[in-house]
């Protein structure tokens, strides 16, 4: 999307040009159509658009999310390779940040599928959604929140679903994710839950009517703020959907952009090491989406990628964290 945004902020409606300076230095992975992929492979590129490069190929990938230390990606396969409204068996991988020394994580098992990964802040544990194999149209699937080992091994039960969009906090304390109620009804909706790292009694961040949607939630670098995305089941046909952020305590909320996305909901955000920027999901379409980044402070939106054609689709957007 070209021309002028309108970007809702506290103090008021700013317009502003999508042609900001852009942030140096750091590679932003996401999911990437590949052609004759009806899903995605995982592609990486420079926040300032270049070097673009595909890091995964003749395999269906998705969701890839970096380690702490920036060597690896965690991923996740898709099992089978036609439209992502059949079944599939879905599991966990890891890989070098080149696409180099694939290893499976989660164990293959009829039925049930994992996939949506996030790392701990030490990276020596992965949080991952666990369920059962449906038919949806929706990329990222409901299941239960487990934990494991970096290794894949002594994966354990954290909190019973149906849940998605798992995100460890930075002081590992702490994982956030997306509670459904009521999905198979017209009354269904989505909040935020976050759940202590070692387990406990979830605790309810938002509350939503019926028919509204939260999703992606992702942790500021310094811990102390959550930003979500929200939608409801006429964005894919109205394009209506918002950015916003909360304190970790669910206080605070605030707008932080009003865009479009044609689409059945955000799958991820993530922001910049420094904690000024958020890569998000946009779209000028149903079914054609790409990446743009926003400035926290300015409302500045910049695309970092543009959608014409539904093969022209990227999805889940996860920053390189700060090199050590």
């Not at 939630?217 to 703020?225: H, I, M, N, T, V």
């Amino acid at each position: 999307m070209g021309g002028l945004l309108v970007v809702g902020a506290i103090a008021g409606v700013l317009v502003v040009r999508d042609e900001d300076p852009a942030a140096r230095g750091d590679a932003i992975a996401y999911s990437c159509k590949e052609r004759g992929n009806a899903w995605y492979a995982i592609c990486v590129m420079e926040t300032d658009g270049t070097d673009k490069r595909r890091v995964t190929a003749r395999l269906t990938t998705s969701e890839p999310v970096w380690s702490p230390d920036s060597r690896r990606i965690a991923f996740t396969r898709n099992e089978d390779v036609g439209e992502f409204s059949t079944f599939t068996e879905d599991d966990v991988f890891v890989m070098g940040a080149d696409g180099d020394d694939q290893q499976q994580l989660t164990p293959e098992e009829d039925g049930w599928m994992s996939g949506q990964p996030s790392w701990s802040p030490d990276g020596r544990e992965i949080a991952f959604v666990r369920g059962e194999s449906v038919a949806t149209s929706v990329p990222s699937r409901f299941g239960d929140l487990h934990v494991m080992s970096e290794d894949g091994v002594d994966a354990r039960l954290l909190v019973r679903g149906p849940l998605r969009d798992p995100s460890w906090s930075p002081d590992g304390r702490e994982i956030v994710f997306t509670r459904g109620l009521n999905l198979a009804s017209q009354d269904a909706s989505m909040d935020l839950y976050v759940v202590g790292a070692t387990g406990g009694t979830p605790r309810q961040l938002t509350r939503t009517p019926a028919g509204v949607f939260e999703t992606a939630p992702a942790w500021s670098p310094d811990g102390l703020r959550i930003a979500f995305a929200r939608w409801t089941n006429l964005t894919q046909f109205d394009g209506k959907a918002t950015l916003h952020m909360i304190d970790r305590d669910g206080t605070n909320e605030r707008l932080v952009l009003a865009h479009m996305h044609f689409a059945s909901g955000p799958s991820k955000l993530a922001w910049s090491a420094d904690g000024r920027t958020i890569a998000f999901e946009t779209s000028p379409a149903l079914e054609c989406t790409a990446i743009h980044l926003v400035g926290v402070a300015s409302g500045r939106v910049r695309p970092l990628t543009s959608c014409t054609k539904k093969r022209d689709s990227v999805l889940a957007p996860s920053w390189q964290p700060a090199r050590p």
